[in-house]
């Protein structure tokens, strides 16, 4: 199960940090990231990062997004810097989560709104 929290509303190049927990019988975590869904679009990737730290961006994250995590945690995070309007979305955390029986469940946290505006 994960759990995120920090969404809330920010002034254009302002910032703010998700994070998202995962709890339950946890073997371990392969790669965590975060999606976002605006009104009317499809979700789409933020980021993600393997268990070792490598990290990928969308382009429109590149520069003002990092995704980190901490493995022993069970926590992935997203710190947000000179948001735009454009960022106003739901955002989603995502996991790969290995139970106690070495099956991967791909999993999805509840969301958090994020709104960027004057």
């Known amino acids: 199960q994960l759990q995120a929290s920090g969404g809330g509303l920010v002034q254009p190049g302002g910032s703010l940090r998700l994070s998202c927990g995962a709890s339950?019988?946890?073997?371990?975590?392969?790669?965590m990231g975060w999606y976002r869904q605006a009104p009317g679009k499809q979700r789409e990737l933020v980021a993600v990062?393997?268990?070792?730290?490598?990290?990928n961006y969308a382009v429109s994250a590149m520069g003002r997004f990092t995704i980190f995590r901490d493995n022993a945690e069970n926590v992935v995070a997203l710190q947000m810097d000179n948001l735009k309007p454009e960022d106003t979305a739901v955002y989603y955390c995502?996991?790969?989560?290995?139970?106690?029986?070495?099956?991967?469940?791909?999993?999805w946290g509840q969301g958090t709104q994020v709104t960027v505006s004057s």
């Open positions: 990062i393997t268990r070792g730290g490598s990290a």
């Open positions: 995502n996991a790969d989560i290995i139970n106690i029986g070495y099956r991967t469940i791909n999993s």
């Open positions: 339950g019988t946890i073997f371990s975590i392969g790669n």
